[in-house]
């Protein structure tokens, strides 16, 4: 069996051996099981880059089906459409799971499901991108035209598989739009609800990065999973990471 995984650490800077960010496993009969559980974008702290992703998916050979299961909180654009471009001209037939959250970016990547469940107990959110610019007034002009830009490609993404209107997606994007399993299939991003497979939705979650996150879903986020602001040094790393990643093209 050929199990390829990163690992991922806690707000101790430890290991957590529990928590397997990605993961990409040969399952036999010409059959792949991948697990997004992090953050997209790799850097020094950790997360799911797209260089990474395809040459793990690349290492598997030739393969029929992949199961793709979802637990993130988005992250990097580029990374992100990236690994949607690479699931979607693959041969095989993959099968997209969300098992927990599939909010900002990666929802981009659940698209790229030829099938695509979402556990009831899962959320799935879609909203515009952003980025940090320093710079004169046609620096700045110029920034807001690529976020434009890259909007639009999304957009086109989301109405591929859904069939919406380019302006009703654009607007469901601006307004930050969360939705449950049962609101994401009438809008047609998915096509199956399945059961819930897991009670706590152990992702790396900082509810801050959002503005209309439901009090509900809250409930539903481990405690592990968010940010233990207590901790200096998990802290200055957040802060370095967060310093590092407000670039153009980055959607958090």
Do not use: C
Not at 201 to 209: E, G, S, T, V, Y
């Amino acid at each position: 069996m050929n199990i390829r995984q990163t690992a991922i650490y806690n707000s101790a800077g430890k290991r957590d051996k529990n928590i397997i960010p990605l993961k990409i496993q040969a399952k036999g009969n010409k059959s792949a099981e991948i697990l997004i559980y992090d953050d997209i974008g790799e850097d020094y702290y950790g997360g799911i880059g797209a260089k990474s992703f395809a040459r793990e998916l690349n290492a598997l050979g030739d393969i029929d089906e992949i199961d793709l299961r979802i637990n993130s909180a988005g992250g990097n654009v580029f990374d992100g459409v990236a690994i949607y471009n690479t699931l979607a001209k693959h041969k095989a037939h993959v099968t997209v799971n969300i098992d927990g959250m599939a909010l900002s970016i990666a929802s981009i990547i659940a698209m790229a499901g030829d099938t695509i469940n979402m556990a009831d107990n899962a959320m799935f959110m879609i909203h515009d991108p952003w980025g940090f610019a320093v710079g004169n007034a046609a620096q700045l002009r110029e920034q807001a035209d690529l976020m434009d830009t890259i909007k639009s490609n999304l957009v086109g993404t989301y109405a591929k598989k859904t069939g919406m209107e380019n302006d009703k997606i654009g607007d469901l994007m601006t307004q930050e739009t969360w939705m449950t399993a049962d609101e994401a299939l009438a809008f047609g991003f998915i096509d199956h609800i399945t059961d819930a497979k897991i009670e706590k939705l152990a992702a790396q979650f900082d509810p801050k990065r959002f503005k209309n996150v439901p009090q509900d879903f809250l409930k539903t986020v481990d405690d592990a999973a968010r940010p233990n602001l207590s901790n200096r040094k998990y802290t200055m790393a957040r802060l370095n990471k967060v310093a590092m990643q407000n670039r153009p093209g980055r959607e958090r």
